[in-house]
């Protein structure tokens, strides 16, 4: 007869789960003991979800992928997660649009490792030139009203809008300087 392990987390708990080799924040959905081939005994398998993952990312695990989600733990993660970025800062691999890789389902920054940036709440205000600003208000309008989502690239595309109007604010800015020292020189 085979034996059976106890359980050491319980339904509803918070752990860290480990997902290629990332420990991510997650939730314990539920337990059952199952037979694991490899020992011939009952152990708990349990079925989490990741938090701020989808639903479709849920997946049973065996103990040996779960830790407590404790003072210990967390800074076992920060390290990890240390490691992952320096390891990321010394090669930076491309993931293609159609990459199985786990996505947010909310862009919250605290699942994905490689994202170091935190939101702040700044507010401030951008003058706009009229080209950029009419597209932008056009473009905006595509998306916001008639759900229609805008070909890309544009054209004009922002950054030619915006390199137009640095070329002419330098131009403007000669001319200015121009006048300044003609006036200046004149009146010598």
């Not at 701020?52 to 040996?64: A, P, T």
């Not at 830790?67 to 491309?94: F, P, R, W």
């Amino acid at each position: 007869e085979a034996q059976i392990k106890m359980a050491s987390f319980e339904t509803g708990e918070k752990v860290f789960a480990f997902h290629n080799n990332i420990l991510y924040e997650a939730k314990i959905v539920r337990m059952e003991f199952k037979l694991d081939p490899a020992s011939k005994s009952r152990k708990p398998f349990y079925y989490i979800h990741y938090q701020g993952w989808k639903d479709r990312w849920d997946e049973w695990v065996d103990e040996d992928r779960i830790v407590k989600h404790d003072k210990g733990s967390i800074t076992q993660k920060q390290q990890k997660e240390e490691n992952n970025k320096l390891a990321l800062k010394k090669k930076i691999t491309k993931v293609s649009p159609k990459s199985k890789k786990r996505r947010p389902e909310n862009g919250s920054e605290d699942n994905m490792i490689y994202q170091t940036i935190k939101f702040v709440d700044v507010k401030f205000e951008v003058e706009f030139p009229p080209p950029l600003k009419k597209k932008l208000i056009e473009d905006n309008n595509f998306i916001t009203r008639h759900k229609y989502l805008v070909r890309l690239p544009r054209k004009p595309s922002v950054r030619g809008i915006i390199a137009s109007y640095l070329s002419d604010l330098i131009e403007d800015a000669k001319y200015n300087l121009f006048l300044h020292l003609s006036e200046m020189f004149c009146n010598l």
